[in-house]
């Protein structure tokens, strides 16, 4: 049996939001596989779904672009030690360039950032270069692009608690593609409305469509063991279980969330869509989003 440290339990706690001894006794069950651990802990009902993903304790910021035309964008996240350094005329201009880069380029990850040109050097040059300057530790963490690809479309970005020395920069940022075969303003307002959607409610997905088979299953089988656990009659299970996985996609699936402006809850997102195609006079497509949030999993 694994030995249980105090370090993996207060990690299991701030990733599922159980108590200290539920994730320690999950921890125990699991033999100490953290995985393992936050799934017992939901087929108890102790942690939700919600809670999964862990989160960092760097300082850093979030910066996006978006080209003129809005048809490509990028965004990053970039780590230091101090709260100071990231507010820093160097951090600041390194991190808009990189957004830049990442939408000029198509840049997927951090790591394929890191040998591309910025200047006359590798980031991963001017990396070394803004660590001497500023003296901290830095990490180009994250970095992703959403562009057209030959398609019509509009992309539009959205930055919340923007710095006020670079509006582009904040604590998160959302870029987001709608494609279409006309560019009008309907389907510029609605990315710009889709963009705080996504910023507020935290989507993982775009449709329940999107949603993969093995996570649908590992639902179920959760749902199941909750039914079990509670005692429902095993003739319930099945239209229990369809139920919360509803409500799992009216959480996770972008389409299936309530607007974020419909304070009764009652009208989802793509009734949003649907209109704003209504008014454009043209079909609308979601076609990708990215979220990014300063130290978020």
């Known amino acids: 049996m694994a030995t249980i440290t105090a370090q993996q339990v207060q990690k299991l706690r701030e990733t599922s939001g159980a108590g200290m001894m539920d994730c320690k006794n999950a921890l125990v069950e699991a033999n100490g596989d953290l995985d393992k651990a936050i799934r017992l802990l939901r087929e108890k009902g102790k942690a939700s779904a919600a809670k999964k993903a862990g989160r960092t304790t760097s300082q850093g910021l979030v910066s996006a672009w978006i080209s003129p035309d809005g048809s490509k964008a990028g965004v990053v996240e970039i780590n230091c030690e101090t709260d100071f350094v990231a507010r820093t005329k160097d951090f600041l201009d390194f991190a808009k360039n990189l957004a830049k880069l990442a939408g000029e380029k198509s840049i997927a990850s951090a790591q394929a950032m890191l040998s591309e040109k910025l200047g006359a050097e590798t980031v991963e040059q001017n990396l070394k270069g803004v660590i001497g300057k500023l003296g901290e530790n830095i990490l180009v963490r994250k970095a992703a692009a959403l562009a057209g690809n030959g398609k019509p479309a509009v992309i539009e970005n959205y930055v919340h608690a923007p710095l006020e020395q670079a509006p582009s920069c904040g604590s998160l940022a959302v870029i987001l593609k709608v494609t279409s075969e006309k560019r009008s303003e309907e389907v510029r ?81 793509s009734s949003i869509v649907k209109l704003a195609a209504e008014k454009a006079g043209s079909p609308l497509t979601v076609s990708g989003f990215v979220r990014l949030k300063m130290g978020e999993e």
């Open 189 to 269: 307002q609605l990315a710009r409305e889709l963009c705080m959607q996504v910023a507020a409610a935290n989507p993982r997905w775009i449709s329940k469509e999107d949603v993969p088979a093995d996570i649908i299953e590992k639902e179920k089988a959760i749902y199941k063991e909750q039914c079990r656990q509670s005692g429902k009659p095993e003739q319930a299970w099945g239209k229990i279980t369809e139920g919360k996985l509803n409500d799992f996609f009216r959480q996770f699936c972008l389409l299936e969330q309530s607007h974020i402006r419909d304070s009764s809850g009652k009208t989802p997102v």
